[in-house]
């Protein structure tokens, strides 16, 4: 079994910075993408961020040159550096895990095999 703990989120002023993280346990696999998804009141699902077991990373649009995601602790922990926030990026975001697939498999797909609990983001304005 797989369980993707998250940690983070909070409450933030349009323009500061947030960071989440996200630790993956139990069963693992060779290789697989770590990323995060947004979702917010009345709105689908969406692709932010994801990483590969080789650090090759994706990018939704709306967060180009603002999120950073990275991955440590031997490929175990993803975290999300949130900056220059704004009131749409507010959602609960969830980190997933994708088997067997790179950042961009993960990205085009949008989707993953586990999913976090979520964690709630709020920009005010």
């Known amino acids: 079994q797989v369980h993707l703990v998250e940690s983070g989120g909070g409450l933030v002023q349009a323009g500061g910075s947030l960071r989440l993280s996200c630790t993956i346990s139990g069963r693992t696999f060779s290789s697989y993408a770590m990323g995060w998804f947004r979702q917010a009141p009345g709105n689908e699902r969406e692709f932010v961020a994801a990483i590969s077991g080789s650090a090759s990373t994706a990018y939704a649009d709306s967060v180009k040159g603002r999120f950073t995601i990275s991955r440590y602790n031997a490929g175990n922990t993803v975290s999300l550096q949130m900056n220059s926030l704004k009131p749409e990026d507010t959602a609960v975001y969830h980190c997933?895990?994708?088997?067997?697939?790179?950042?961009?498999?993960?990205?085009?797909?949008?989707?993953?095999?586990?999913w976090g609990q979520g964690t709630q983001v709020t920009v005010s304005s």
């Open positions: 997933a895990v994708l088997r067997y697939a790179t950042a961009q498999a993960m990205a085009v797909k949008n989707t993953g095999d586990y």
